[in-house]
C-alpha cells in the first residue's frame, strides 16, 4: 500500500480536547467541539462556566515567529484596556503549542471568548462604536512595527497578481483589469497618510457586539504594518456589499467615519483614498485565496474571479462619481 502525504488534516476534536486539559490544567467537564474550518482550524473549548477558542494554524500557514508576532500584539493591546480576544499561557507559562499533524508542525493557540454577537446587518450606533474601537487601536499603534508583513503596492497587488496567474489566463478582462489596478496604484499616492500596525480583516464575522455598543475584536491572523487607511477602506467596502440600499450604506458609513473621527481625525487625503484601499485590499484577499487554493478554494473558477473583480468595480465606480467625506 503506498503511502501519500497530506496537505491538510482536521484534528479530532476528542484528542485536541484532552490535550488542552492537560496543557492548561483545566477541569474535566471541558469540551472541545470544532467550530469552523477555514485559513486555519477553529474550535470551542468550553465548560458549563468557561468558554475559550482554540486555534489550530494551518501547517506551513504562518511561522511561529510570525504567530508570536500576533499574540505580543493582542496582549499589547490587551494591556492597553482594548477590547480583543487574547491568548491564555499554559501550566509552564507559554502561549505556543506545537502538534505534529499528519502534514507536519501545526501551531495551537488558546485564546479568551469574545463575548456577544456577530452582527451582519448592524445599525448605525454599532458601527459607530466600531468605528471608535477601530481608531482606538489606530491610536495605540500608530508608528509601531511589528515583524510581520508590510502592506503595500508590492504585497497587496503585485504578488496576488503572480498566485493569480497561475490559475487564470492574462488574457482574461479581470486579469486585465487587475492588471490596470496595478499600473494605476502608486506607494508614493500614501505618503504623508498614518502609517502603524493594521489589522486587514475587521468586519463582522470578525467581532462580537454586546447592547449594540460593546465591542470584541478578535482574529488577527492577517496584522501587519501599512497604512491604517486599510482597515477603514476594508470596513467600508464589506459594509458596501452587506448594504444593498445604499442610502442606509451612506448612512451607516457616516457613523462609523464619525465614531473614528471623535477618536482619531482623518485627513482629506485619506477619506481620498477610501475606494482605492478598499479596492487593493480586495486584490490581496483574491491572490490569498489563489494563494491556498490545495485545501481551502476549490471555488475559485472563473465565474468566481468574474463575481469577484465585478464587486470590485462596482466598489469603484460608485465612488467614481461622488466624494468621500463626513462631518463631525
Known amino acids: 500500500m503506498k503511502e501519500l502525504p497530506v496537505v491538510r488534516s482536521t484534528l479530532s476534536a476528542i484528542e485536541l480536547g484532552k490535550f488542552i486539559k492537560d496543557q492548561y490544567q483545566l477541569s474535566e467537564d471541558f469540551i472541545c467541539e470544532l467550530f ?9 473549548f468550553s465548560s458549563a462556566e468557561m468558554k475559550y477558542v482554540v486555534r489550530v494554524y494551518s501547517h506551513n500557514w504562518r511561522s511561529k515567529h510570525e504567530v508570536n508576532e500576533e499574540l505580543k500584539l493582542l496582549k ?3 494591556g492597553n484596556d482594548l477590547s480583543v480576544s ?3 499561557q499554559d501550566r509552564n507559562g507559554e502561549f505556543i503549542q506545537e502538534i505534529l499533524a499528519p502534514e507536519g508542525v501545526r501551531y495551537v493557540v488558546l485564546f479568551s471568548f469574545a463575548r456577544g454577537d456577530k452582527i451582519r446587518f448592524m445599525d448605525k450606533e454599532t458601527c459607530f462604536s466600531i468605528g471608535s474601537q477601530m481608531a482606538k487601536i489606530h ?7 511589528i515583524d510581520r508583513i508590510s502592506y503595500n503596492r508590492r504585497s497587496l497587488i503585485e504578488f496576488p497578481y503572480r498566485h493569480l496567474a497561475q490559475f487564470f489566463s492574462e ?4 486579469m486585465e483589469f487587475i492588471k490596470d489596478f496595478e499600473k494605476s496604484f502608486h506607494d508614493s499616492d500614501f505618503e504623508h497618510i498614518q502609517t502603524g500596525v493594521v489589522h486587514m480583516d475587521i468586519w463582522y464575522d470578525n467581532m462580537a457586539v454586546v447592547n449594540e455598543n460593546e465591542i470584541t475584536i478578535f482574529d488577527f491572523d492577517f496584522c501587519g504594518n501599512g497604512w491604517q487607511v486599510l482597515d477603514i477602506a476594508y470596513f467600508c467596502k464589506q459594509l458596501f456589499f452587506i448594504e444593498t440600499d445604499k442610502k442606509q450604506y451612506e448612512s451607516k458609513i457616516q457613523s462609523f467615519l464619525k465614531g473614528y473621527q471623535e477618536k482619531r481625525e482623518l485627513s482629506e487625503n485619506e477619506l481620498r483614498l477610501i475606494p482605492k484601499a478598499g479596492a487593493s485590499v480586495f486584490i490581496f484577499y483574491l491572490g490569498v485565496q489563489a494563494q491556498r487554493f490545495d485545501w481551502s478554494n476549490i471555488f475559485l473558477t472563473e465565474n ?3 463575481m469577484f473583480v465585478g464587486r470590485i468595480k462596482s466598489w469603484i465606480d460608485y465612488y467614481e462619481t ?3 467625506n463626513v462631518d463631525v
Open 304 to 306: 468566481y474571479l468574474k
Open 36 to 44: 469552523r474550518t477555514g485559513m486555519n482550524h477553529t474550535y470551542f
Open 171 to 174: 488574457k482574461l478582462p479581470e
Open 76 to 78: 499589547f493591546l490587551q
Open 86 to 88: 487574547f491568548p491564555i
Open 139 to 145: 491610536n495605540i499603534t500608530l508608528n509601531k512595527v
Open 322 to 324: 461622488k466624494e468621500v
